[in-house]
C-alpha cells in the first residue's frame, strides 16, 4: 500500500509557513526560530502547536510543517488531531490561537488578488519570459483566477525566483508540472 498525503505539497508552503511561524513568535513574546527549538516547556511548546495548527488550517502540508518545527510528521498529525479538544478546554492555547490566527487572517486578507487570468499573467510576464521548451509548468492561482507559466528545467529556478517577487505582495499560491 502506498502513503498518499491528504493535502499537495505545494511550492510556496515553506514560506508561507515559515511567516506563520515569524508571526507567532512576534506576537507571543520568543525570538524567531525558537518553535524549532527541542524544548518541551510550555511557552515554546503552546505557541509551535498553535502555528502548527493554523498552518495546517491554510492547507500547508503536514511534512513542511514538520521540517520547520523540526518535528516528525506523525506529530503533526497528533496536533491536529487534539486541535479541537485544546480549543474548547485550554484556555491560553485559546486565546494565543485566536491572535495569532486573526493576525494571519488580517494580512493576506489586505493582499490584493488579481481578478481575471489575463491580468494575472500580463503582471507575471513583467518579470519573466516564457520558455519556448516546455518542460516545467508553473501554475499561479490567485483566488479564483490562475494561468500558466512555461519554462524550461535550466531556467526554472530562475523564473521561480522572479515569479515569487512579482507576487510578493500579492495573494497566491505557486504549484509546479513536469512536463518532459
Known sequence: MTYRSRRPLKIDDKEKFNHICELTTSLVG??????????????????????ANIGLLNDIHHRVIAEVLNRHRSLIYHYEHTHGGNYMSWQKYREIFNLVHQAYTEIEESKPSFKDNRALKRH??????????????????????????????????????????????????IDVNLLG
Open 30 to 51: 520568543l525570538r524567531k526560530g525558537s518553535l524549532g527549538f527541542k524544548s518541551r516547556r510550555q511557552e515554546i511548546h503552546l505557541p509551535r502547536l498553535v502555528a
Open 124 to 173: 507575471i510576464l513583467e518579470f519573466v519570459k516564457e520558455s519556448e521548451k516546455c518542460q516545467v509548468e508553473i501554475l499561479v492561482t490567485s483566488e479564483k483566477v490562475g494561468c500558466k507559466i512555461i519554462t524550461s528545467y535550466r531556467e526554472f529556478s530562475y523564473v521561480l525566483k522572479n515569479i515569487k517577487f512579482a507576487l510578493a505582495n500579492y495573494r497566491h499560491s
